[in-house]
């Protein structure tokens, strides 16, 4: 496999006509977001395929290639991998074409498709016949990219036909929509920024996240801690780090912390959770020890579903990957979270990559919660049974006291060890106090975490095991 970064359009000439002009494979360009590969023989382009589609019924393939690379004369910056083989699902266009002819055919079908983008905005633009002419029925109701890349014309004269009708008032634009052949995409909004939290009713704010089923993160931030929730659809799925101080926090806010709300739609928050995984593939990978094209186009040819993250200075990147189809790209830096349309291309520090894995955690959060309001029982009723209290925790492969309350060691990957400590408090607490006085100092405990577990819906996670 031979892998890079090309940087401008004579390095794509330069590449074909050089180290690749008598092998025989495939070229995967990664354009931002979208990965096209090419197919490719002793210099001449013979087919390709789009890494985000399985488009294979179009009457005009040339033109859908040259449609998906013309972004290239825009941004010539790309990654680039080639592995020698033809790859499945390869549309073999009737004539191949150099390299010399794609990118001189590019930079005119660029400037040509700049121009009617001017006119109709998107090509999702669903076009209507206003007057009739020849071959209306072939314009009507189909999007300017449906029309594009399926006319028997070339992707030029297509263009300037479609921008003559428009300008002679023959066709005009009906409604935009989103094809099914284009992927989901990550979607993020700042809802707030930078807000006080203490200034803020944060028992109303999550009940309203409640009832407005919103989905996205909310980050509380202070000189010396930061939280990260994480819904989904109204609901509270994760909180990170998994510590239930956080029921604390919402009750009194601490000064000098700042609150954000970010709104994200789709899959993506499932995925943005992981990078607090800690069972990463690879973790803190110097970025010279692998290079990140051949890592993209293993993502992809493997259909991952994942996140890469790339650490450079001031800043970091997290690659999301969906079923091998690259979802987005989203930066993290001193200014917060944005998407970005394409991949990193500044020297990276180091990577981490991580496969998707369940992250939701919340059941583990009020785990936590429960145990310390146990213990805390126990230390107020019973404080000389603490030492072995403490002596079992020692044993745990999975909790540990520290400063006063019981913490997780590490990321829960079951409840079977988190139950049987519960058990274990359980019995004490039933052999000091009683059942009902058990019952009642419970009720004192929890009472000002009432409201905040009712809103977030979590009495089911309260549910005692039998003693």
């Given at each position: 496999m031979i892998s890079g970064y090309l940087s401008s359009k004579q390095d794509l000439v330069d590449l074909l006509n050089g180290c690749l002009f008598n092998r025989v494979g495939t070229l995967d360009l990664f354009l931002g977001v979208k990965v096209v590969s090419l197919y490719t023989e002793r210099g001449l382009i013979k087919g390709f395929k789009l890494g985000d589609s399985d488009e294979i019924n179009t009457e005009n393939k040339r033109s859908m290639l040259?449609?998906?690379?013309?972004?290239?004369?825009?941004?010539?910056?790309?990654?680039?991998?080639?592995?020698?083989?033809?790859?499945?699902?390869?549309?073999?266009?009737?004539?191949?074409?150099?390299?010399?002819?794609?990118?001189?055919?590019?930079?005119?079908?660029?400037?040509?498709?700049?121009?009617?983008?001017?006119?109709?905005?998107?090509?999702?633009?669903?076009?209507?016949?206003?007057?009739?002419?020849?071959?209306?029925?072939?314009?009507?109701?189909?999007?300017?990219?449906?029309?594009?890349?399926?006319?028997?014309?070339?992707?030029?004269?297509?263009?300037?036909?479609?921008?003559?009708?428009?300008?002679?008032?023959?066709?005009?634009?009906?409604?935009?929509?989103?094809?099914?052949?284009l992927k989901e995409e990550i979607k993020l909004e700042y809802l707030?920024?930078?807000?006080?939290?203490?200034?803020?009713?944060?028992?109303?704010?999550?009940?309203?996240?409640?009832?407005?089923?919103?989905?996205?993160?909310?980050?509380?931030?202070?000189?010396?801690?930061?939280?990260?929730?994480?819904?989904?659809?109204?609901?509270?799925?994760?909180?990170?780090?998994?510590?239930?101080?956080?029921?604390?926090?919402?009750?009194?806010?601490k000064k000098n912390s700042v609150l954000n709300v970010i709104d994200i739609g789709g899959d993506a928050i499932d995925l943005l959770m992981l990078k607090h995984s800690e069972e990463k593939v690879v973790s803190g990978l110097p970025g010279s020890f692998l290079e990140l094209g051949k890592i993209l186009i293993g993502m992809g040819t493997e259909g991952r579903t994942g996140m890469i993250t790339t650490y450079s200075e001031g800043s970091k990147t997290y690659i999301i990957y969906k079923e091998g189809l690259l979802l987005g790209v989203v930066e993290d830096s001193k200014e917060g979270l944005k998407l970005v349309k394409s991949l990193p291309v500044e020297e990276i520090a180091w990577m981490d990559i991580v496969l998707y894995q369940p992250m939701e955690n919340i059941r583990d959060v009020i785990h936590q919660f429960l145990l310390n309001a146990i213990y805390s029982i126990l230390l107020k009723h019973a404080g000389h049974l603490n030492h072995i209290i403490l002596a079992q925790l020692a044993s745990s492969d999975v909790l540990k006291y520290h400063e006063g309350v019981i913490v997780y060691r590490r990321m829960p990957r079951g409840e079977e060890g988190v139950f049987s400590f519960l058990q274990f408090l359980l019995d004490l607490s039933y052999s000091v106090l009683g059942n009902e006085r058990l019952e009642r100092e419970l009720e004192i405990a929890l009472q000002p975490y009432r409201d905040i577990l009712k809103i977030l819906k979590v009495e089911e996670y309260l549910m005692l095991p039998e003693a």
């Amino acid at each position: 496999m031979i892998s890079g970064y090309l940087s401008s359009k004579q390095d794509l000439v330069d590449l074909l006509n050089g180290c690749l002009f008598n092998r025989v494979g495939t070229l995967d360009l990664f354009l931002g977001v979208k990965v096209v590969s090419l197919y490719t023989e002793r210099g001449l382009i013979k087919g390709f395929k789009l890494g985000d589609s399985d488009e294979i019924n179009t009457e005009n393939k040339r033109s859908m290639l040259l449609y998906h690379l013309s972004e290239l004369m825009e941004n010539p910056e790309a990654f680039f991998t080639f592995k020698e083989g033809k790859r499945e699902k390869i549309l073999e266009l009737e004539d191949p074409i150099s390299v010399e002819e794609l990118v001189l055919q590019l930079q005119l079908v660029h400037s040509e498709l700049k121009s009617l983008m001017e006119r109709v905005i998107t090509p999702m633009a669903v076009v209507k016949v206003i007057k009739n002419f020849e071959e209306a029925s072939f314009y009507d109701s189909k999007s300017v990219y449906q029309i594009l890349v399926s006319s028997k014309n070339s992707l030029v004269e297509e263009i300037r036909r479609l921008k003559s009708l428009f300008s002679s008032g023959y066709l005009d634009i009906n409604q935009f929509y989103n094809p099914e052949f284009l992927k989901e995409e990550i979607k993020l909004e700042y809802l707030m920024k930078g807000v006080e939290a203490d200034r803020v009713n944060l028992i109303t704010l999550l009940e309203s996240f409640h009832f407005s089923k919103f989905s996205g993160i909310i980050q509380i931030m202070g000189g010396d801690f930061e939280f990260e929730l994480y819904y989904k659809k109204g609901r509270l799925s994760a909180i990170y780090p998994y510590n239930s101080e956080i029921f604390d926090f919402f009750l009194t806010p601490k000064k000098n912390s700042v609150l954000n709300v970010i709104d994200i739609g789709g899959d993506a928050i499932d995925l943005l959770m992981l990078k607090h995984s800690e069972e990463k593939v690879v973790s803190g990978l110097p970025g010279s020890f692998l290079e990140l094209g051949k890592i993209l186009i293993g993502m992809g040819t493997e259909g991952r579903t994942g996140m890469i993250t790339t650490y450079s200075e001031g800043s970091k990147t997290y690659i999301i990957y969906k079923e091998g189809l690259l979802l987005g790209v989203v930066e993290d830096s001193k200014e917060g979270l944005k998407l970005v349309k394409s991949l990193p291309v500044e020297e990276i520090a180091w990577m981490d990559i991580v496969l998707y894995q369940p992250m939701e955690n919340i059941r583990d959060v009020i785990h936590q919660f429960l145990l310390n309001a146990i213990y805390s029982i126990l230390l107020k009723h019973a404080g000389h049974l603490n030492h072995i209290i403490l002596a079992q925790l020692a044993s745990s492969d999975v909790l540990k006291y520290h400063e006063g309350v019981i913490v997780y060691r590490r990321m829960p990957r079951g409840e079977e060890g988190v139950f049987s400590f519960l058990q274990f408090l359980l019995d004490l607490s039933y052999s000091v106090l009683g059942n009902e006085r058990l019952e009642r100092e419970l009720e004192i405990a929890l009472q000002p975490y009432r409201d905040i577990l009712k809103i977030l819906k979590v009495e089911e996670y309260l549910m005692l095991p039998e003693a």
